[in-house]
């Protein structure tokens, strides 16, 4: 199977994301919401914009987002020093056990797509795609897609 660059990272993304879907159905989280609290996990307390830039999230689905992981009870939203503009966002305890068990899923899922892969190559795709990442990212900063 010889398929385009852009074909295999799409259709990796799709799988991976339909593996955790199902492995954590019966949580109730919905899409956008793991990747929040994956990212939580070592960036409690961010103010909403930076969750916004770090998860490639609009901040207007991002509010919508978060509106329902505390209505769930899985988030808390305060402010700083009485400043209203910035609301940090904050795991509660129901919040902290899903996203535990979400990173457990995410080690399982991965260790499943790298089955056969010797330490050495799973590094390197992990250093390669990190440069894509990269490349990708100074795409976006430059606002050019060419």
């Known amino acids: 199977m010889k398929e385009s660059l852009h074909y295999l990272l799409m259709s990796d993304h799709f799988l991976f994301q339909?593996?955790?879907?199902?492995?954590?159905?019966?949580?109730?989280?919905?899409?956008?919401?793991?990747k929040i609290l994956d990212y939580l996990?070592?960036?409690?307390?961010?103010?909403q914009r930076e969750i916004a830039v770090s998860c490639h999230i609009e901040?207007?689905?991002?509010?919508?987002i978060l509106n329902g992981?505390?209505?769930?009870?899985?988030i808390e939203r305060r402010t700083d020093s009485g400043n209203r503009r910035s609301y940090h966002v904050y795991l509660t305890?129901?919040?902290?056990?899903y996203a535990d068990r979400l990173s457990r899923e995410f080690a399982r899922i991965e260790?499943?797509?790298l089955e056969g892969f010797s330490d050495s190559d799973a590094g390197l795709l992990q250093e390669l795609l990190g440069r894509v990442y990269e490349n990708m990212t100074k795409i976006q900063k430059e606002g050019t897609h060419k």
Not at 18 to 34: F, M, W
Request: glycine letters at 12%; zero cysteines.
């Open 18 to 34: 339909k593996s955790l879907a199902a492995s954590v159905r019966d949580t109730g989280l919905t899409p956008g919401q793991p």
């Open 41 to 47: 996990i070592n960036h409690d307390g961010e103010i």
């Open 93 to 97: 305890p129901l919040g902290r056990k």
């Open 59 to 64: 901040p207007a689905s991002l509010t919508a």
């Open 69 to 74: 992981m505390e209505n769930k009870g899985y």
């Open 111 to 113: 260790a499943k797509a």
